[in-house]
């Protein structure tokens, strides 16, 4: 499977016009020495912050394996390791990697800059079915915490304003799962 991996990179080296062509081979490098390709089955390049440089990134075959996110900058690969299904806006540098699994909805949107992700906002709603309760969370502050009949959709109105103004506003928001290989 490493072998495809570079042979696919090769190519996608090959393809590029990019003035730093060197970018390719470094994700090559980084991806043989740090990562065992056999649990991703797509690639895709994405310009999530403003530079020349593309991320690569890859997708695994299931929840457990998520998602990879390589950047670089001044030659140094750094690495993200998100859920299966992020998403970005394109040249912001804003991520927005989601999670719902077993009684969570949680959210947490990323910076890229300058080759550094910076966690920037966490939100969180915690439910249960047993005795009906809800727990709203903005970087790990609790604003809301709801029981039985109180339990509504405008409960998380702040949790819906946080993402917005952090996320949403910037700009038209892109699957990483469909950007192009």
Same mark, same amino acid.
């Given at each position: 499977?490493?072998?495809?991996?570079? /042979?696919?990179?090769?190519?996608m080296?090959?393809? *590029?016009?990019?003035?730093? @062509?060197?970018?390719?081979? +470094?994700?090559?490098?980084? /991806?043989?020495?740090?990562i065992? !390709?056999?649990?991703? #089955?797509? =690639?895709?390049? *994405? $310009?999530i912050?403003?530079?020349?440089?593309? @991320?690569?990134?890859?997708?695994?075959? *299931? $929840?457990?394996? %998520?998602?990879?996110?390589?950047?670089?900058?001044?030659?140094?690969? !750094? +690495? +993200?390791?998100?859920?299966?299904?992020?998403?970005?806006?394109?040249?912001? &540098?804003?991520?927005s990697? %989601?999670?719902? =699994?077993? &009684?969570?909805?949680?959210?947490?949107?990323?910076?890229?800059?300058? &080759?550094? #992700?910076?966690?920037?906002?966490l939100?969180?709603? !915690?439910?249960?079915?047993? +005795?009906? $309760?809800?727990?709203?969370?903005?970087?790990?502050?609790?604003?809301?915490?709801?029981?039985?009949d109180?339990?509504?959709? @405008?409960?998380c109105?702040? /949790?819906?304003?946080?993402?917005?103004?952090?996320?949403?506003?910037k &700009?038209?928001?892109?699957?990483?799962?469909?950007?192009?290989?």
């Amino acid at each position: 499977m490493k072998l495809v991996v570079i /042979i696919l990179l090769s190519i996608m080296f090959a393809a *590029c016009n990019n003035p730093n @062509e060197n970018y390719m081979s +470094r994700y090559e490098k980084y /991806i043989n020495e740090n990562i065992d !390709t056999s649990a991703y #089955f797509k =690639h895709n390049l *994405c $310009y999530i912050d403003d530079d020349s440089i593309p @991320e690569f990134c890859l997708m695994g075959h *299931c $929840y457990a394996e %998520g998602t990879i996110i390589l950047s670089q900058h001044n030659g140094k690969v !750094t +690495r +993200r390791d998100c859920n299966i299904s992020p998403y970005y806006i394109e040249r912001s &540098g804003l991520i927005s990697d %989601g999670y719902v =699994h077993h &009684g969570h909805y949680d959210n947490q949107i990323v910076k890229l800059q300058d &080759g550094i #992700f910076t966690d920037i906002l966490l939100t969180q709603a !915690t439910w249960s079915f047993e +005795r009906p $309760y809800f727990v709203y969370s903005i970087n790990n502050q609790v604003i809301d915490t709801l029981y039985g009949d109180d339990v509504n959709e @405008e409960s998380c109105e702040a /949790i819906n304003a946080a993402l917005y103004n952090a996320y949403y506003s910037k &700009g038209i928001s892109l699957s990483i799962y469909d950007s192009q290989p």
